[in-house]
Protein backbone atom coordinates (compact mmCIF):
# COMPACT_ATOMS: atom_id res chain seq x y z
CA UNK A 1 0.00 0.00 0.00
CA UNK A 2 1.39 3.45 -0.91
CA UNK A 3 1.52 6.01 1.65
CA UNK A 4 0.38 9.51 1.06
CA UNK A 5 3.46 11.38 2.18
CA UNK A 6 2.36 14.76 1.11
CA UNK A 7 -1.17 14.02 3.12
CA UNK A 8 0.78 12.89 6.18
CA UNK A 9 3.27 16.13 6.06
CA UNK A 10 -0.17 18.08 5.92
CA UNK A 11 -1.29 16.74 8.96
CA UNK A 12 1.93 16.81 10.69
CA UNK A 13 2.19 20.63 9.77
CA UNK A 14 -1.23 21.39 10.65
CA UNK A 15 -1.03 19.58 13.85
CA UNK A 16 2.05 21.63 14.76
CA UNK A 17 0.32 25.04 13.58
CA UNK A 18 -2.88 24.17 15.91
CA UNK A 19 -0.56 23.36 18.70
CA UNK A 20 1.17 26.91 18.73
CA UNK A 21 -2.56 28.81 18.30
CA UNK A 22 -3.71 26.62 21.51
CA UNK A 23 -0.10 27.11 23.28
CA UNK A 24 1.19 30.55 22.63
CA UNK A 25 -2.65 32.26 21.71
CA UNK A 26 -3.22 32.36 25.43
CA UNK A 27 0.00 34.08 26.35
CA UNK A 28 0.55 36.29 23.91
CA UNK A 29 -3.51 36.69 25.53
CA UNK A 30 -2.19 38.06 28.60
CA UNK A 31 0.25 40.73 26.76
CA UNK A 32 -3.41 41.96 25.21
CA UNK A 33 -5.18 41.92 28.05
CA UNK A 34 -2.82 44.34 30.20
CA UNK A 35 -4.05 47.43 29.51
CA UNK A 36 -7.43 45.97 31.12
CA UNK A 37 -5.37 45.46 34.27
CA UNK A 38 -4.00 48.67 36.34
CA UNK A 39 -2.48 46.82 39.87
CA UNK A 40 1.01 46.13 39.41
CA UNK A 41 0.91 43.29 41.54
CA UNK A 42 -2.02 41.64 39.76
CA UNK A 43 0.07 42.47 36.35
CA UNK A 44 2.61 40.04 37.96
CA UNK A 45 0.34 37.37 38.70
CA UNK A 46 -0.55 37.54 34.87
CA UNK A 47 2.45 36.90 34.07
CA UNK A 48 3.87 34.98 36.34
CA UNK A 49 1.19 31.78 35.38
CA UNK A 50 2.87 31.81 31.96
CA UNK A 51 6.70 32.27 33.04
CA UNK A 52 6.88 28.45 33.47
CA UNK A 53 5.40 27.86 29.94
CA UNK A 54 5.78 30.65 27.47
CA UNK A 55 8.73 30.00 25.29
CA UNK A 56 8.18 26.60 25.42
CA UNK A 57 5.25 27.39 23.91
CA UNK A 58 6.49 28.49 20.60
CA UNK A 59 8.34 25.42 20.30
CA UNK A 60 5.49 24.34 17.89
CA UNK A 61 5.84 27.67 15.54
CA UNK A 62 9.77 26.24 15.28
CA UNK A 63 8.47 22.82 13.95
CA UNK A 64 5.42 23.91 11.80
CA UNK A 65 7.86 26.48 9.80
CA UNK A 66 10.77 24.36 9.65
CA UNK A 67 8.17 21.58 8.28
CA UNK A 68 6.83 23.67 5.71
CA UNK A 69 10.25 24.03 4.12
CA UNK A 70 11.32 20.37 4.64
CA UNK A 71 8.11 19.03 2.96
CA UNK A 72 6.50 21.84 0.75
CA UNK A 73 9.75 24.18 -0.36
CA UNK A 74 7.85 25.81 -3.16
CA UNK A 75 5.15 26.60 -0.94
CA UNK A 76 7.58 27.61 1.75
CA UNK A 77 9.21 30.44 -0.72
CA UNK A 78 6.18 31.55 -2.06
CA UNK A 79 4.40 32.27 1.36
CA UNK A 80 7.73 33.98 3.07
CA UNK A 81 8.41 36.01 -0.03
CA UNK A 82 4.88 37.17 -0.61
CA UNK A 83 4.23 37.74 3.58
CA UNK A 84 7.69 38.89 4.56
CA UNK A 85 6.83 42.15 6.17
CA UNK A 86 4.29 41.02 7.92
CA UNK A 87 5.72 37.80 9.32
CA UNK A 88 9.00 40.31 10.35
CA UNK A 89 6.64 42.50 12.29
CA UNK A 90 5.52 39.32 14.07
CA UNK A 91 9.12 38.03 14.83
CA UNK A 92 9.76 41.67 15.83
CA UNK A 93 7.14 42.00 18.44
CA UNK A 94 7.88 37.96 19.54
CA UNK A 95 11.00 38.97 20.59
CA UNK A 96 10.11 42.58 21.98
CA UNK A 97 7.88 40.72 24.11
CA UNK A 98 9.88 38.36 25.27
CA UNK A 99 12.94 40.81 26.02
CA UNK A 100 10.20 42.80 28.18
CA UNK A 101 8.76 39.83 29.31
CA UNK A 102 12.68 39.07 31.40
CA UNK A 103 13.32 42.45 31.81
CA UNK A 104 10.15 43.88 33.96
CA UNK A 105 11.14 41.37 36.35
CA UNK A 106 14.10 42.63 37.50
CA UNK A 107 13.00 46.24 36.64
CA UNK A 108 12.76 49.12 39.23
CA UNK A 109 10.09 50.58 40.19
CA UNK A 110 10.51 53.70 38.13
CA UNK A 111 11.12 51.61 34.62
CA UNK A 112 8.61 48.95 35.34
CA UNK A 113 5.84 50.65 33.14
CA UNK A 114 8.20 51.14 30.52
CA UNK A 115 8.57 47.37 30.55
CA UNK A 116 4.42 46.49 31.03
CA UNK A 117 4.37 49.11 27.96
CA UNK A 118 6.96 47.03 25.81
CA UNK A 119 5.10 43.52 26.73
CA UNK A 120 1.83 44.74 25.69
CA UNK A 121 2.59 45.93 22.72
CA UNK A 122 4.80 43.02 21.83
CA UNK A 123 1.73 41.08 22.80
CA UNK A 124 -0.25 43.62 20.10
CA UNK A 125 2.03 43.48 17.48
CA UNK A 126 2.58 39.52 16.63
CA UNK A 127 -0.99 39.04 17.02
CA UNK A 128 -1.91 41.14 14.68
CA UNK A 129 0.38 40.23 12.00
CA UNK A 130 -0.05 36.84 12.39
CA UNK A 131 -4.25 37.79 11.69
CA UNK A 132 -2.94 39.84 8.95
CA UNK A 133 -0.91 36.96 7.71
CA UNK A 134 -3.66 34.85 7.72
CA UNK A 135 -5.95 37.02 6.20
CA UNK A 136 -3.52 37.42 2.98
CA UNK A 137 -2.83 33.80 2.84
CA UNK A 138 -6.46 33.36 2.26
CA UNK A 139 -6.46 35.68 0.02
CA UNK A 140 -4.27 33.69 -1.97
CA UNK A 141 -0.96 34.43 -4.14
CA UNK A 142 0.34 34.95 -7.44
CA UNK A 143 2.59 32.46 -8.42
CA UNK A 144 4.32 32.00 -12.13
CA UNK A 145 7.42 29.79 -12.97
CA UNK A 146 7.51 28.07 -9.47
CA UNK A 147 7.85 31.25 -7.63
CA UNK A 148 5.77 34.82 -6.22
CA UNK A 149 4.45 37.00 -8.59
CA UNK A 150 2.80 39.38 -7.08
CA UNK A 151 3.86 42.87 -5.27
CA UNK A 152 5.71 44.02 -1.85
CA UNK A 153 2.00 45.25 -0.01
CA UNK A 154 0.20 42.63 -1.68
CA UNK A 155 -1.03 41.19 2.03
CA UNK A 156 -2.06 44.82 2.55
CA UNK A 157 -5.61 44.14 2.21
CA UNK A 158 -9.02 45.18 4.13
CA UNK A 159 -10.10 41.61 4.98
CA UNK A 160 -6.04 41.04 6.13
CA UNK A 161 -6.18 44.03 8.49
CA UNK A 162 -9.68 42.52 9.63
CA UNK A 163 -8.53 39.08 10.36
CA UNK A 164 -5.32 40.99 12.10
CA UNK A 165 -7.97 42.52 14.52
CA UNK A 166 -10.03 39.29 14.87
CA UNK A 167 -6.94 37.28 16.13
CA UNK A 168 -6.34 40.41 18.88
CA UNK A 169 -9.98 39.70 19.77
CA UNK A 170 -9.58 35.74 19.62
CA UNK A 171 -6.27 35.89 22.04
CA UNK A 172 -7.74 38.43 24.37
CA UNK A 173 -10.62 35.26 24.84
CA UNK A 174 -7.76 32.66 25.40
CA UNK A 175 -6.12 34.82 27.85
CA UNK A 176 -9.49 35.55 29.68
CA UNK A 177 -9.68 31.76 30.26
CA UNK A 178 -6.50 30.81 30.83
CA UNK A 179 -6.46 33.44 33.34
CA UNK A 180 -9.95 32.72 35.04
CA UNK A 181 -8.18 29.65 35.59
CA UNK A 182 -5.01 30.15 36.86
CA UNK A 183 -6.37 33.23 39.17
CA UNK A 184 -8.63 34.42 42.27
CA UNK A 185 -10.10 37.42 44.07
CA UNK A 186 -10.29 40.81 41.82
CA UNK A 187 -8.15 39.75 39.59
CA UNK A 188 -10.24 37.08 38.70
CA UNK A 189 -13.69 38.94 38.80
CA UNK A 190 -12.19 41.12 36.07
CA UNK A 191 -11.90 38.28 34.00
CA UNK A 192 -15.40 37.36 34.24
CA UNK A 193 -16.35 40.62 33.70
CA UNK A 194 -14.16 41.47 30.41
CA UNK A 195 -14.91 37.20 29.21
CA UNK A 196 -18.53 38.26 27.78
CA UNK A 197 -18.57 41.34 25.85
CA UNK A 198 -15.39 39.71 24.03
CA UNK A 199 -16.76 36.34 23.56
CA UNK A 200 -19.96 38.35 21.62
CA UNK A 201 -17.21 40.52 19.60
CA UNK A 202 -15.17 37.48 18.89
CA UNK A 203 -18.23 35.64 17.35
CA UNK A 204 -19.38 38.80 15.20
CA UNK A 205 -15.42 38.39 14.02
CA UNK A 206 -16.21 35.26 12.92
CA UNK A 207 -19.78 35.56 11.72
CA UNK A 208 -18.07 38.48 9.45
CA UNK A 209 -15.00 36.40 8.52
CA UNK A 210 -17.65 33.74 7.03
CA UNK A 211 -19.24 35.65 5.57
CA UNK A 212 -16.49 37.90 3.62
CA UNK A 213 -14.77 34.94 2.49
CA UNK A 214 -17.26 32.85 0.21
CA UNK A 215 -18.34 36.54 -1.50
CA UNK A 216 -15.03 36.91 -2.25
CA UNK A 217 -13.47 33.75 -2.88
CA UNK A 218 -16.62 31.76 -5.45
CA UNK A 219 -14.48 28.71 -4.99
CA UNK A 220 -14.85 28.54 -1.23
CA UNK A 221 -18.58 29.44 -1.68
CA UNK A 222 -19.14 26.51 -3.82
CA UNK A 223 -17.39 24.64 -1.18
CA UNK A 224 -19.22 25.86 1.56
CA UNK A 225 -23.08 26.02 0.13
CA UNK A 226 -23.37 23.14 -2.62
CA UNK A 227 -24.98 19.75 -1.96
CA UNK A 228 -24.33 17.49 -0.69
CA UNK A 229 -21.19 20.02 0.92
CA UNK A 230 -23.63 21.73 3.20
CA UNK A 231 -24.83 18.84 4.95
CA UNK A 232 -21.53 17.61 5.56
CA UNK A 233 -20.62 21.00 7.04
CA UNK A 234 -23.55 22.41 8.87
CA UNK A 235 -22.28 20.92 11.98
CA UNK A 236 -19.19 23.50 12.15
CA UNK A 237 -21.70 26.33 12.42
CA UNK A 238 -23.79 24.25 14.75
CA UNK A 239 -20.90 23.56 16.90
CA UNK A 240 -19.71 27.11 17.04
CA UNK A 241 -23.53 28.16 18.55
CA UNK A 242 -23.39 25.85 21.01
CA UNK A 243 -20.21 25.74 22.34
CA UNK A 244 -20.56 29.86 22.63
CA UNK A 245 -23.45 29.29 24.37
CA UNK A 246 -22.09 27.26 26.96
CA UNK A 247 -18.92 29.66 26.86
CA UNK A 248 -21.50 32.29 27.98
CA UNK A 249 -22.60 30.57 30.58
CA UNK A 250 -19.72 29.36 32.21
CA UNK A 251 -17.46 32.73 32.26
CA UNK A 252 -19.51 34.22 35.09
CA UNK A 253 -20.11 31.16 37.02
CA UNK A 254 -16.78 28.59 36.63
CA UNK A 255 -13.22 29.42 38.15
CA UNK A 256 -12.34 25.85 36.74
CA UNK A 257 -10.78 24.67 33.22
CA UNK A 258 -14.14 24.42 31.80
CA UNK A 259 -14.32 28.18 30.27
CA UNK A 260 -10.66 27.93 28.73
CA UNK A 261 -11.64 24.95 27.40
CA UNK A 262 -14.28 26.45 25.64
CA UNK A 263 -12.47 29.14 24.28
CA UNK A 264 -10.05 26.21 22.85
CA UNK A 265 -12.53 25.13 21.18
CA UNK A 266 -14.28 27.73 19.62
CA UNK A 267 -10.89 28.67 18.17
CA UNK A 268 -10.61 24.85 16.82
CA UNK A 269 -13.69 25.21 15.44
CA UNK A 270 -12.34 28.40 13.71
CA UNK A 271 -9.00 26.50 12.49
CA UNK A 272 -11.43 24.21 10.94
CA UNK A 273 -13.79 26.06 8.92
CA UNK A 274 -10.81 27.18 7.21
CA UNK A 275 -8.82 24.07 6.40
CA UNK A 276 -12.22 22.86 4.76
CA UNK A 277 -12.82 26.32 3.47
CA UNK A 278 -8.61 26.34 1.70
CA UNK A 279 -8.72 22.00 1.40
CA UNK A 280 -6.38 21.08 -0.66
CA UNK A 281 -4.69 23.69 -1.49
CA UNK A 282 -1.51 24.60 0.50
CA UNK A 283 -0.64 27.83 -2.22
CA UNK A 284 -4.20 29.37 -2.31
CA UNK A 285 -5.77 29.33 -4.93
CA UNK A 286 -5.00 26.79 -6.97
CA UNK A 287 -1.45 24.86 -5.93
CA UNK A 288 -2.65 21.49 -4.11
CA UNK A 289 -0.27 19.99 -1.56
CA UNK A 290 0.90 17.18 -4.11
CA UNK A 291 1.89 19.68 -6.55
CA UNK A 292 3.92 21.67 -4.10
CA UNK A 293 5.04 18.71 -2.08
CA UNK A 294 8.91 17.66 -2.02
CA UNK A 295 10.74 14.50 -4.02
CA UNK A 296 9.19 11.51 -1.76
CA UNK A 297 12.62 10.54 -0.82
CA UNK A 298 12.91 14.03 0.97
CA UNK A 299 9.54 13.54 2.14
CA UNK A 300 9.97 9.56 4.09
CA UNK A 301 13.89 11.18 5.24
CA UNK A 302 11.94 14.16 7.28
CA UNK A 303 8.77 12.21 8.47
CA UNK A 304 10.90 9.86 10.26
CA UNK A 305 12.59 12.80 12.40
CA UNK A 306 9.33 14.88 12.21
CA UNK A 307 7.63 11.83 14.56
CA UNK A 308 10.32 10.83 16.82
CA UNK A 309 10.84 14.59 18.03
CA UNK A 310 6.82 15.02 18.15
CA UNK A 311 6.62 12.75 21.17
CA UNK A 312 9.20 14.62 23.26
CA UNK A 313 7.38 17.75 22.45
CA UNK A 314 4.19 16.51 23.67
CA UNK A 315 6.03 15.06 26.89
CA UNK A 316 7.78 17.31 27.85
CA UNK A 317 5.00 19.97 27.61
CA UNK A 318 2.61 17.72 29.16
CA UNK A 319 4.91 17.37 32.19
CA UNK A 320 6.00 20.88 32.46
CA UNK A 321 2.08 21.97 32.89
CA UNK A 322 1.41 19.49 35.45
CA UNK A 323 4.27 20.41 37.84
CA UNK A 324 3.45 24.24 37.52
CA UNK A 325 -0.70 23.48 37.66
CA UNK A 326 -2.85 25.05 40.03
CA UNK A 327 -3.56 28.62 40.73
CA UNK A 328 -1.41 31.29 41.33
CA UNK A 329 -1.42 33.92 43.92
CA UNK A 330 0.10 37.50 44.67
CA UNK A 331 3.72 37.03 45.70
CA UNK A 332 4.24 34.00 44.06
CA UNK A 333 5.37 32.85 41.08
CA UNK A 334 8.55 31.38 38.98
CA UNK A 335 10.95 33.78 38.96
Known amino acids: MDIDLPLLWFLVIGFGLMMYVVMDGFDLGIGILFPFVRDREERDVMVNSVAPVWDGNETWLVLGGAGLMAAFPLAYAVVLSALYLPLMAMLAGLIWRGVAFEFRFKADDAH ?58 AYALLGIGWLVMKTEGALLQRMRELGRPVTWAVLAALAAVSLWTPLAHPGIAERWFSLPNLLFFLPVPLLVALVAWRLLRALPRS ?44 LGFALVGALAIIPFILGYTAWSYYVFRGKVKIGEGYH
Not at 156 to 166: D, E, I, R, V
Not at 265 to 274: E, H, K, R, T
Not at 279 to 298: K, M, R, T, Y
Open 112 to 169: KPFWDHAFAWGSYVATFSQGVALGAFIGGFEVKDGGYAGGVFDWLTPFSLFTGAALVL
Open 255 to 298: HSALPFLLSLALLFLGYSGLLISLWPNVIPPGISIWQAAAPPQS
